[in-house]
């Protein structure tokens, strides 16, 4: 299956719904999935501050959610990837349109996980730089 393959496959829960309620409620969409590279888009509008401008909040879930989707893929059968560490650095705001992001994995090993996160706007401008690590667990008896 093609990384495009596997997002259509996730974004209409075919296999199992990866997003979680706080992720599809914010319209997060995966473009691409890979334990190597993950890519997804979120819609500003909906998801914004009082000002009307991207809420940091919601980049960090994009990061979020986008870094624990290569996790989990890396981790493979029979494990879990559990965020332990999120940080991000958010340099300009969006205020319509839809946000970007590109998880890369820069670390993969037995127990942890690595990715950073870019996010751009429609115009290819960095909305926001995060840094995602997961744990990697066995997965409790029954999931």
């Known amino acids: 299956m093609s990384p495009q393959e596997v ?3 996730i974004n209409s829960g ?3 719904d990866g997003r979680g309620d706080l ?3 914010m319209g997060v969409e995966y473009l691409e999935v890979s334990a190597e590279r993950v890519v997804g888009r979120m819609p500003v509008k909906g998801n914004t501050q009082p000002y009307g401008l991207l ?3 919601a980049s ?5 959610t986008l870094g624990s989707a290569g996790s989990a893929l890396h981790a493979g059968p029979g494990r879990v990837a559990v965020g332990i560490e999120v940080n991000a650095t958010h340099h ?4 319509d349109g839809y ?6 994995r820069t670390h993969g090993g037995r127990t942890l996980a690595t990715y950073d996160i870019v996010i751009t706007d429609e115009d290819g401008r960095r909305v926001c730089t995060a840094r995602l690590t997961c744990m990697l667990r ?3 008896p029954g999931n």
């Open 7 to 9: 997002a259509a496959e």
């Open 14 to 16: 075919g296999v199992f």
């Open 23 to 25: 992720a599809k409620s």
């Open 55 to 57: 809420h940091g909040g």
């Open 60 to 64: 960090v879930v994009l990061a979020e």
């Open 92 to 95: 300009r705001a969006a205020t």
């Open 99 to 104: 946000v970007t992001g590109v998880a890369t």
């Open 138 to 140: 066995d997965a409790p």
